[in-house]
Nanobody, 123 residues
Framework: QVQLVESGGGLVQAGGSLRLSCAAS????????SGWFRQAPGKERDFVAG????????YYVDSVKGRFTISRDNAKNTVSMQMNSLKPEDTAVYYC????????????????WGQGTQVTVSS
């Protein structure tokens, strides 16, 4: 299975921006849809954004529409998510995933996961 490694998390003030990146171990990543999920303490892991293998189709949870943008570069085996206008409620560990169903919100549709990167938004 393709291995995924996230980076780009950190501490930011409300209203600030961060860019998360996910690097895949090999070119097979380009055949997968990809998604970003997040998990806050004591809560379930939830879908945030998804992108088709081609990058043509993108999907977002309502709470991040207009603030987050997912993109991918298959030549570099990477997927990224630009996060603007961050809010304290965006604080969570963010996970990158590769799967078979673009835009799926179900964890079971994803076959590979990264280790996660912490995003903390202070008020």
């Amino acid at each position: 299975q393709v291995q995924l490694v996230e980076s780009g998390g950190g501490l930011v003030q409300a209203g600030g921006s961060l860019r998360l990146s996910c690097a895949a171990s090999d070119h097979t990543f380009s055949a997968y849809a990809s998604g970003w999920f997040r998990q806050a303490p004591g809560k379930e892991r939830d879908f945030v954004a998804g992108i088709s293998w081609s990058g043509i189709s993108t999907y977002y949870v309502d709470s991040v529409k207009g603030r987050f943008t997912i993109s991918r570069d298959n030549a570099k085996n990477t997927v990224s998510m630009q996060m603007n206008s961050l809010k304290p409620e965006d604080t969570a560990v963010y996970y990158c995933a590769a799967g078979l169903v673009a835009g799926s919100t179900s964890l079971t549709d994803y076959v590979s996961w990264g280790q996660g990167t912490q995003v903390t938004v202070s008020s």
